[in-house]
């Protein structure tokens, strides 16, 4: 099976940096994926990273080490719109294994 | 917008009841996933489709079906509701087989009374 460990609640300043960590335990691993979703949304996705390292979209990185079974979503610069649920999500591998496990969400809060 | 539709936006209805759920992909999307996000479990995976068939299943009880037809659309059948199943229904869909970049759509918020 798969199990995704997040923290349930993050709270930070506007326009600073917080940090939303993953560690994962799966039977395969294609990939760890960051999904957003406001309260009352859909969640949208963020960012993928299949390989070890660092992937930077504008304001949001997200990081990875296969290693380590771990990921963290960065959010820099951050603006009292980014205060929603992440959630981290890992694509199993083998066959037929297409769909997504996400972890339980971490509610990040922004205060002036 | 993330361009995939689904109907209804809100459910209400009695248990024991049967629903149906509509979803729309995105023009030229051929895979479709559900997912039920409920306050204690999260959001799970239910099932998938690819261009009409079905390609993975997840934690989908036995009373509940689905299916994707020749348009790509697809509806996801819930029979003999009880009060746990009430939830927010996903649906998502991408270009691809096996692929991390879902969209979304808005969602269909089942409460059973």
């Known amino acids: 099976g798969q199990s995704l460990e997040q923290p349930s609640e993050v709270t930070a300043v506007e326009g600073a940096i917080v940090q939303i960590n993953c560690t994962y335990q799966t039977s395969g691993f294609y990939g760890l994926s960051w999904y957003q979703q406001h309260d009352g949304g859909a969640p949208t996705f963020l960012s993928y990273n299949a390989l070890d390292g660092l992937e930077e979209t504008g304001r949001f990185s997200s990081f990875l080490s296969r290693s380590d079974s771990y990921g963290y979503l960065l959010l820099q610069e951050l603006q009292m719109k980014d205060s929603a649920s992440y959630f981290c999500a890992v694509n199993p591998s083998g066959a037929g294994s297409y769909q997504l496990t996400f972890g339980k969400g971490t509610k990040l809060s922004v205060i002036p | 917008d993330s361009g995939v539709t689904q109907t209804p936006k809100h459910l209400i209805t009695a248990t024991g009841q049967r629903v149906t759920l509509r979803c729309s992909p995105r023009s030229g999307d051929l895979s479709v996933y559900w997912y039920q996000q409920s306050l204690d479990q999260g959001l799970q995976f239910l099932i998938q489709y690819y261009n009409g068939e079905e390609r993975a299943k997840g934690n989908i009880l036995e009373r509940f079906s689905a299916q994707q037809f020749p348009d790509l659309h697809s509806e996801l059948n819930l029979s003999s509701l009880e009060l746990g199943d009430s939830a927010l229904y996903f649906c998502?869909?991408?270009?691809?087989?096996?692929?991390?970049?879902?969209?979304f759509g808005p969602g269909t918020r089942l409460t059973v009374l």
């Open positions: 998502a869909s991408s270009v691809e087989l096996a692929n991390n970049e879902q969209f």
